[in-house]
C-alpha cells in the first residue's frame, strides 16, 4: 500500500492562504445561505438582514404604576398644608400597563393616594405631567433599527424585537458538518473496552464545540483502517453535508490514510503545519466540500479545529463575534447611582485614539432595546454614589473586542439616515458595526472635543451668518483640525396629525393657539432652530404650551403627535412621512458629519464610512425614505 512518509512544516497564516485559495479554485469557499425563521427560534442564530422596528414600544401611552391617573393641572398648589380632595370626576383607577384615558396625564402611586371614602381621595403633594407614564414610544421608535445584520441573536433581543412586532428574522443556514472517526481500534462509547481498543470520543467534544460555534454536528459511523471504507464514508458525506472531518489518520504512520484518501477523493492543499499541538493536520477538497484530516489526539483534535474549522463555519454563517472579555475604559458621561444598591451599567463601547470609551445607554427597568444594543457592563459598587465624566471603568464586554475595535462612535444629532449609513457600512467584510449616541448637535461636538466619539453629527445654524456648524465647530472643536463633510440635506418643520386638523401654519400659531408642544432636547440642533424663530418672531417662549416637554430623537417626537400625546412637534420632514403625518416645512438645514484630522488619518473604519457616502447605492435607499436630499452626500463642505 503507497502512502505518505513526510509531512510538510509550513507556518500557520501560509497554510490559511494555501487553504483557502485552493477552496476558492474548486468552488467550495464557504457561502451564507439564508433561511427564515420565528424569532423564538432564533436565538444563537445569525442576522443576515438588519431588523427595524414595525411597532412603537409602547405603542400606547401607559401607566407605569399602580395608582390613580389624573390630570397634573389639577394638582398645583398642593401641599402637606393645602392637601386637595379628587372627587370621582377627577381621576380614574388604573393599573400598571394599562391605557392611560386621553383626558390625563399623570398616575399617582397607590401608596401616595389616601382614601376619604369609597368615592373620594386626598393628595397631600403635586404631580408632574407624565409622571409614572410610560409614553408612546419612549422604549422604541419605529422604524429604528434593533439588530444589525452580522449580529447573534441573544435571549435578551427577543424582547425588543417582539415588542417592536417583529415575528420572523432572517437568519443564516447553519452549515452541516459530518464527522468520521476512523481507526480498527475503535470501540463506542459505553461498550467495555478490551486490551488495544479505544473509546471514540473525540466526535463527542468536537460535536459540542461544532454546535457551539453555529454548524449543525453529525457523527457518522466508525470506519476502519481501509482506504476503500474510507473513502467510501467520505464520497458519501459529500453529498449532503458542507464539512467533512476525518477523525485521526492524518499523519505518516503504516495505517494513516487519510492524506491517500483526500488526494484521491479530490484534493490536498496542505499536509502538516508548524503548529504544536495538530502539526499533522490535512487540509484539502472533496466533491467541492472543505474537507479537514484531524490528528487524532484530543489536544491536537481540538487546536486544530479551533484554527481551521471554526473558521469555516463562520464564513458559513457571516459571523463575526466572539466571547467578551474585560477593558478599561473611560466613561463618557458623568453617572448618578443610588448608594447601597450595586449597579450593572450597560454601555456602548468604542476604541478611540487607543482608549476604550464606554457610553451609558438609557437606564430603566422597561428599557429593553437599551439591553439589546449595549457592548458591555460596568459595574457600580453599592458603597458609590456613581461615576464622573472621564473616570477609569472596568467594563465586562458582552460583544467581542475585535469588534468592539472596529466600532465606530458617531455622537451627536440623531437621524435614521445614519443607522442605514450603519447598516451599509457593516455588509462589507473586516468591518465592524457604528453606534450613534443621541445626544444633540452639540452634545456631539463636545463629545469629539474630550475624544468621546470618531465622528459628530451636527447641524447648528449660526444665526449671524446663516451658515450651519462653521460658528459651532469654531467654538467648541478649538484648536483641532477637523473635515465636515456633507451628508444630507434635510427640511425641518413642524410635525401634525393627519389632515392638520388645527390648522397650523407657522410657529406663532403655536403659540396663539396654545396648543400642546413637543420638543426635541437642550443643545439639539432642532432645539437651536426652534428657538432661533421664536426669537425672530418676538414670540415668548412661556407662550408655548409643553415647550419644556422634550424628546431625544425626530422619531420620537412624531411618535408623541401620533399618539396624541401633543398636537404638533418640531422636527423633520422623514420622521413626519414615515409616521404617515402631516408637515409644515419651516426652512432646509445641512447635516453634516466632523471628523477630526488624526481620526481620519488612524481610522481605517472612519474612513470608509466617509466613502461609502459616495456610493450611489446608499444614496438612493436614504433618498427612498422621503425629506433627504443627497445630492451633496460625502463632499467636504470645509476643514478647519
Not at 204 to 221: C, D, H, Q, R, Y
Not at 252 to 279: L, M, N, W
Amino acid at each position: 500500500m503507497d502512502r505518505r512518509y513526510y509531512l510538510d512544516n509550513i507556518p500557520l497564516m501560509l497554510a490559511c492562504e494555501k487553504f483557502y485559495d485552493g477552496l476558492r479554485r474548486h468552488g467550495a469557499f464557504p457561502s451564507i445561505k439564508t433561511e427564515t425563521v420565528p424569532i423564538i427560534e432564533s436565538v444563537g442564530r445569525i442576522l443576515t438582514s438588519s431588523v427595524f422596528a414595525n411597532l412603537s414600544a409602547p405603542f400606547i401611552t401607559t401607566s407605569a404604576m399602580d395608582g390613580i391617573a389624573l390630570k397634573a393641572s389639577d394638582t398645583y398648589g398642593v401641599s402637606e398644608t393645602n392637601p386637595k380632595v379628587l372627587m370621582p370626576d377627577d381621576f380614574e383607577w388604573i393599573n400598571t400597563g394599562q391605557p392611560l384615558p386621553s383626558i390625563y396625564d399623570a398616575v399617582v402611586m397607590i401608596e401616595n393616594v389616601e382614601r376619604v371614602d369609597n368615592e373620594s381621595v386626598l393628595l397631600r403633594s403635586p404631580v408632574a405631567p407624565y409622571q409614572h407614564v410610560r409614553k408612546i414610544a419612549e422604549d422604541i421608535a419605529a422604524p429604528e433599527q434593533l439588530i444589525s445584520r452580522g449580529s447573534i441573536i441573544r435571549p435578551i433581543d427577543l424582547a425588543p424585537l417582539g415588542a417592536a412586532g417583529i415575528a420572523e428574522v432572517e437568519v443564516a443556514v447553519k452549515p452541516k458538518v459530518a464527522l468520521i472517526p476512523t481507526g480498527s481500534e475503535l470501540v463506542q462509547l459505553g461498550q467495555d473496552p478490551e486490551p488495544g481498543n479505544v473509546i471514540e470520543f473525540n466526535s463527542i467534544f468536537l460535536s459540542a464545540m461544532i454546535e457551539s460555534w453555529g454548524g449543525t454536528a453529525s457523527v457518522l459511523n466508525p470506519v476502519p483502517d481501509e482506504v476503500e471504507k474510507i473513502k467510501a464514508s467520505l464520497n458519501k458525506a459529500t453529498e449532503t453535508f458542507d464539512i467533512i472531518l476525518i477523525i485521526a489518520g492524518s499523519s505518516a504512520g503504516s495505517k494513516d490514510f487519510t492524506y491517500k484518501v483526500i488526494d484521491e477523493c479530490g484534493q490536498v492543499f496542505v499536509h502538516g503545519v508548524a503548529i504544536r499541538p495538530g502539526h499533522p493536520v490535512v487540509l484539502g477538497v472533496s466533491n467541492s466540500a472543505p474537507v479537514v484530516g484531524l490528528p487524532g489526539y484530543p489536544a491536537s483534535a481540538s487546536t486544530t479545529s479551533e484554527l481551521f474549522v471554526k473558521t469555516l463555519i463562520k464564513e458559513f454563517t457571516g459571523e463575526f463575534f466572539d466571547e467578551g472579555d474585560f477593558v478599561q475604559a473611560k466613561i463618557a458621561r458623568k453617572v448618578h447611582s443610588p448608594m447601597g444598591d450595586e449597579e450593572f451599567l450597560r454601555v456602548t463601547v468604542g476604541k478611540i485614539n487607543g482608549d476604550y470609551v464606554a457610553t451609558p445607554t438609557a437606564r430603566g427597568a422597561a428599557m429593553t432595546f437599551a439591553m439589546s444594543r449595549s457592548d458591555g457592563i460596568v459595574r457600580i459598587p453599592a458603597e458609590s454614589e456613581g461615576v464622573d465624566e472621564g473616570d477609569p471603568v472596568k467594563t465586562e464586554l458582552i460583544r467581542p473586542r475585535h469588534m468592539i475595535d472596529k466600532t465606530t462612535i458617531v455622537s451627536g444629532s440623531h437621524d435614521i439616515a445614519l443607522d442605514v449609513l450603519g447598516t451599509k457600512l457593516s455588509e462589507y467584510p473586516g468591518t465592524g458595526k457604528m453606534v450613534s449616541t443621541n445626544v444633540g448637535s452639540v452634545g456631539g461636538l463636545l463629545a469629539l472635543s474630550k475624544g468621546y466619539a470618531h465622528i459628530a453629527a451636527s447641524h447648528l445654524l449660526d444665526e449671524e451668518t446663516g451658515e450651519y456648524n462653521i460658528g459651532a465647530v469654531k467654538r467648541h472643536l478649538e484648536g483641532i483640525k477637523v473635515h465636515v463633510f456633507n451628508f444630507v440635506g434635510r427640511t425641518q418643520g413642524l410635525i401634525v396629525k393627519k389632515g392638520n386638523p388645527l390648522n397650523l401654519k407657522s410657529v406663532q400659531d403655536i403659540a396663539d393657539i396654545r396648543c400642546n408642544f413637543i420638543n426635541r432636547q437642550r443643545g439639539s440642533g432642532t432645539r437651536l432652530l426652534f428657538d432661533f424663530l421664536l426669537n425672530r418672531n418676538g414670540i415668548d417662549l412661556r407662550n408655548i404650551n409643553g415647550y419644556e416637554s422634550e424628546e431625544y430623537t425626530h422619531w420620537n417626537v412624531a411618535a408623541a403627535v401620533g399618539s396624541g400625546i401633543a398636537d404638533v412637534g418640531v422636527g423633520i420632514m422623514a420622521a413626519a412621512t414615515g409616521n404617515d403625518l402631516d408637515f409644515i416645512p419651516l426652512g432646509n438645514e445641512k447635516f453634516q458629519l466632523i471628523v477630526p484630522d488624526d481620526v481620519m488619518n488612524q481610522n481605517e473604519q472612519v474612513r470608509k464610512l466617509i466613502e461609502l457616502l459616495k456610493e450611489t447605492e446608499l444614496r438612493s435607499e436614504i433618498a427612498s425614505i422621503g425629506g433627504y436630499d443627497v445630492q451633496a452626500m460625502g463632499d467636504l463642505d470645509f476643514t478647519i
